[in-house]
């Protein structure tokens, strides 16, 4: 029928584990593929993958009351009481999510039709103070799109840095320039999150933008389904907005920023960025490729069509029974490095 699919009877798998059972929002339960002939040999002879239904549930508890033995992630507030714990912090494993925070600017009508403006902004936040102070160290300042480590990833490249660096006194001439002198005149706007996202940046960036260039904007938490429906009709002047990587290439960061039927479309349009990414899309991953990702990033910073603004910081927890977990050479877990589960095996405790 039409639900092979669907049905661990008869769902194709040519690696180590087939599905045993699909309990349908509860979990999947894996076990060994006999028919499977390739090299990575398990040492585990089953695998539960438990379902979390929705965003908030509560992992972090049901893995310290051991429901979940692994592969559990946390960041924000739950990341400070994980390494602040003497046990979960032994458990957990650190890195930089693949995820870029950004400030989203409709380009479409004004004020962020001018470019002056939108530079102005870029030149008014502080993303070490927003990471450091605000955020207590559970994320990184981000000055281009690609996430830390991220494939072609060159956020240290001082250029870069230099084309969205915090710089008040800059921002304010910009301002200026653009005719909203000290903020004068200059419309009083809601900048949007999310469903609970990045509630406590927008309010540091609401203070910096009323500190550094008189401008007023309020934050509005909006449910997420009306945010991504209202972004994406262009109804939205000023949202904090985040992108997490659906794969692991440079290309999934870059190539829809002006794409109109992309979800987060901002109005903008470049001959000069819409040539460097066709360039490079086709290309086998190599320097070249990189070169003109990197072009391409450095030209929607300095026309400021995001403001770019910081990656989280996450932490994966495993129990400390679950060993050949493999992890990078700096000893951290690399979110971009697939774990195969042949490597993960369960020691006695």
Not at 3 to 17: H, R
Not at 78 to 99: G, R
Not at 126 to 136: A, K, S
Not at 159 to 165: D, G, H, S, T, V
Request: hydrophobic letters at 40%.
């Amino acid at each position: 029928g039409d639900d092979w699919a669907n049905n661990p009877e008869t769902a194709p798998s040519n690696g180590p584990f087939r599905i045993a059972e699909w309990n349908r929002g509860r979990n999947v339960i894996f076990t060994l593929n006999p028919y499977y002939t390739g090299p990575w040999k398990p040492k585990i002879e089953r695998m539960e993958q438990v379902i979390i239904p929705e965003a908030g549930a509560p992992t972090l508890e049901m893995y310290q009351a051991g429901d979940i033995d692994g592969d559990v992630s946390v960041r924000g507030d739950a990341l400070v009481q994980v390494l602040a714990d003497p046990q979960l912090s032994k458990e957990a494993y650190t890195t930089v999510a693949p995820v870029s925070a950004y400030l989203y600017m409709n380009q479409r009508t004004g004020p962020f039709d001018n470019t002056l403006v939108r530079q102005a902004l870029s030149h008014a936040i502080d993303r070490e103070g927003l990471c450091e102070n605000v955020m207590r160290g559970t994320c990184i300042p981000a000055y281009g799109f690609l996430p830390k480590d991220f494939p072609c990833e060159r956020n240290d490249d001082p250029e870069l840095r230099a084309i969205q660096n915090y710089d008040p006194a800059r921002a304010k001439e910009l301002m200026a320039e653009a005719g909203y002198p000290n903020g004068e005149g200059f419309p009083e706007l809601v900048i949007y999150t999310k469903e609970g996202e990045f509630v406590r940046e927008a309010e540091a960036i609401q203070r910096m933008l009323r500190e550094n260039l008189g401008v007023t904007v309020t934050p509005q938490n909006i449910e997420r389904a009306l945010f991504v429906e209202m972004i994406g009709n262009g109804e939205l002047q000023l949202a904090l907005n985040r992108w997490g990587a659906d794969f692991i290439d440079p290309s999934n960061f870059v190539d829809w920023w002006d794409d109109p039927a992309a979800s987060y479309f901002t109005g903008w349009q470049d001959e000069t960025y819409r040539q460097l990414i066709d360039e490079a899309r086709p290309m086998i991953m190599s320097e070249e490729r990189c070169d003109l990702y990197h072009e391409a990033i450095k030209l929607l910073a300095s026309e400021a069509i995001g403001v770019f603004l910081l990656n989280p910081v996450q932490a994966t927890l495993y129990k400390e029974y679950v060993a050949g977990i493999p992890l990078t050479d700096d000893g951290t877990l690399g979110v971009y490095n697939m774990i195969i589960p042949n490597e993960i095996y369960i020691k006695q405790h």
